[in-house]
């Protein structure tokens, strides 16, 4: 629930600066305003230390609570901090040997002594030099002398009475012998490996420095709070502006009393946005975790936060579609709450999370009769409980009693359907065999028009859900609404298909192509008029949303094309697994199912939100609010 902020002057003496700040810290209810003119305070060295520190640790990996030691917390953190930067110069150094070693590696490991002692005896220069390799063989210079061939190039020597270049070879000039560089990067690499022992050993001190963290950002946060005052009446009085959420004033009425301090409320300036202040439990804290994801609503907006998180959940089992996947999940969820009772905060919201997903996963897993992606006959008892089955059946008892155009077209498909009067001989007839394999045809693409078909429902829903919530503030929602039903009626027809509204009954004297034609029509006629109402000729735009709404509705078909994707993976790699011995059988199957899962998660994770924040928010959220972010105590 998103709760209105209201804002305060605050006037106290400059005495209890301090002492009210400090307490107003621990309500965690006033976000104070800055001034227009004051600069933002940078936060303390040591808080800025203790978090490079944390931050070096957490990248290692080193994430254990340790029960720490003798040291204090800042002194760990400047050790590790100085390691760190260190570390960094170290890689980089190992990196440049190892460059230069891999270098000059072909020319072997000499002494650079013996090598100025042979240019003074003979009085000739000696040089080194490298070429690209050569695809057919191409002499060298006679006075050159060929070495090895290593990494696509040439490597020669040469000993000259005056230095010499040559046309595509290059000279090398080596400073520092091989068994010397070699040298310095055993000594390189053991320095890196003290620091590494240093990380480790340190690492027992993270809890320490987490919590000192803690408090150097409170006192921090403090300090930035207090500064945002002005000093009045000869620096007798403070003054400062804050914003409270209308359901904690009583809060700021009690530190009055506890100060002598004087509030008043004030009005918003002229462009100034006030903080979004969002109050929620349970499922809908949950749902508010996932809207902040992509922006924060503005104080004219209804909290989306319960739609979002049974819409997310929802949707993510929808793409997933497997009751299998789903016993995964829960297996998961399971396993975290045993594994980890204490979380708290956002860790336990997101086992939630997990938890209600993995409950939907099984649950539309079942209806769509799905499971590991087995290919289950007909007459399986799990599949002889699967809601889309039970539609699919009677999709074809429809067919089978009109003999129209799809009826024929599966007779000539498979001539014995011909002699099938029920929808369990069609799907039991309606097959073909492919190496031993029995694929059901017949029921597979009635499954898939349904699914889609059930894909574009799920959008005419929710963007309803989306109109209606805004309806107070665009009534030509209303219109919008309608037309999307009316499409939803009229369009089957007219592209010679049958929906699932026809085939479930027909409604004696009804013909859905006029309704639906009356309803597409009057709807989109009734948003206009209400549009022209309102905003008189810049109604005229409202024709434009025709393409946008209707596209909306297509964009809910993702749902059925990652639901398909999935399932078709999922068959094919039991189908791959099965061809191969047991053992390597299972292998494939196994690691073709986890990266379905990877897939699924992505899919799942990135449709689910985008249907919400795209299509569903268009028509019922403002965004671009400011969260409220008050002056509060930090907890590790």
């Not at 592209?495 to 009804?510: D, H, K, N, T, Y």
């Not at 009734?526 to 434009?544: D, P, T, V």
Request: net charge negative; charged share 20%; hydrophobic share 45%.
């Amino acid at each position: 629930m998103i709760i209105p902020t209201e804002k305060y002057v605050i006037i106290g003496l400059k005495t209890d600066l301090d002492s009210f700040f400090r307490d107003a810290q621990k309500k965690g209810c006033l976000e104070f305003v800055p001034r227009k003119t004051s600069p933002k305070s940078p936060l303390s060295t040591e808080a800025t230390l203790l978090y490079k520190a944390l931050r070096a640790l957490r990248s290692r990996g080193y994430n254990a609570d340790g029960t720490g030691g003798e040291l204090a917390p800042l002194v760990v953190a400047k050790a590790l901090c100085e390691a760190e930067e260190s570390y960094v110069q170290l890689l980089e150094k190992k990196r440049l040997l190892e460059a230069e070693a891999s270098r000059i590696r072909p020319f072997g490991d000499f002494d650079q002594e013996k090598i100025a002692d042979l240019e003074q005896t003979t009085h000739r220069f000696v040089q080194f030099y490298s070429r690209k390799a050569q695809k057919q063989e191409k002499t060298p210079p006679a006075e050159l002398i060929y070495l090895a061939t290593d990494h696509d190039l040439d490597y020669f020597f040469g000993l000259h009475r005056e230095k010499r270049a040559y046309e595509g070879y290059i000279e090398m000039v080596i400073e520092k012998p091989l068994g010397l560089i070699l040298c310095d990067l055993k000594d390189v690499e053991t320095e890196i490996a003290q620091i590494e022992h240093l990380f480790t050993e340190y690492a027992e001190y993270r809890s320490l420095m987490e919590e000192a963290l803690v408090g150097k950002l409170n006192e921090d946060h403090l300090v930035q709070a207090a500064s945002l005052s002005n000093a009045e009446l000869e620096q007798k009085l403070f003054s400062v502006e804050a914003y409270v959420p209308k359901s904690r004033v009583h809060a700021l009425e009690e530190l009055q009393r506890s100060y002598a301090v004087y509030i008043e409320k004030v009005l918003f300036e002229e462009g100034e946005t006030a903080p979004t202040y969002m109050e929620n439990r349970g499922s809908e804290r949950i749902g508010e975790d996932l809207v902040q994801i992509y922006d924060t609503p503005s104080t004219h907006d209804r909290d989306p936060s319960f739609w979002v998180f049974w819409f997310f959940s929802f949707f993510y089992a929808v793409i997933i579609a497997d009751a299998g996947y789903g016993l995964l999940y829960f297996l998961l969820a399971l396993y975290l709450k045993y594994r980890f009772p204490n979380w708290k905060e956002g860790k336990k919201r997101a086992q939630n999370l997990l938890l209600t997903i993995s409950c939907f996963s099984i649950g539309w897993g079942v209806l769509v009769g799905s499971y590991f992606g087995i290919n289950l006959s007909p007459e399986h008892p799990l599949k002889k409980i699967s809601f889309v089955q039970f539609l699919a059946k009677k999709k074809a008892r429809y067919h089978i009693d009109k003999k129209d155009t799809v009826y024929q077209e599966w007779v000539q498909r498979y001539p014995q359907l011909e002699g099938s009067v029920s929808p369990k001989e069609w799907f039991l007839e309606g097959k073909n065999v492919i190496q031993g394999k029995v694929h059901y045809k017949l029921l597979q693409e009635f499954t898939n028009a349904i699914l889609i078909e059930i894909s574009l429902l799920i959008g005419i829903i929710h963007l309803t859900l989306s109109f209606l919530r805004n309806l107070h503030a665009n009534p030509g929602g209303l219109g919008w609404m309608i037309a999307m039903l009316g499409g939803y009626l009229y369009f089957p027809p007219f592209l010679g298909a049958v929906s699932m509204v026809q085939f479930s009954g027909e409604i004696p004297g009804i013909s859905f192509p006029f309704l639906g034609s009356a309803l597409l029509y009057g709807g989109i006629g009734l948003a206009f008029l209400i549009a022209m109402y309102k905003e008189r000729f810049a109604g005229l735009l409202e024709l434009a949303n025709v393409i946008q709404v209707f596209a909306d509705i297509l964009s809910y078909l993702r749902l059925y094309a990652l639901a398909l994707a999935g399932m078709i993976m999922a068959d094919t790699f039991n189908q791959i697994g099965m061809e191969f011995t047991p053992w390597i059988g299972w292998f494939i199957i196994l690691l073709g199912h986890s990266v379905n899962l990877v897939l699924g998660v992505m899919g799942g994770v990135i449709h689910g939100l985008r249907l919400n924040f795209l299509e569903w928010y268009h028509y019922s959220f403002t965004g671009g609010g400011k969260a409220f972010n008050p002056l509060r105590l930090l907890q590790k």
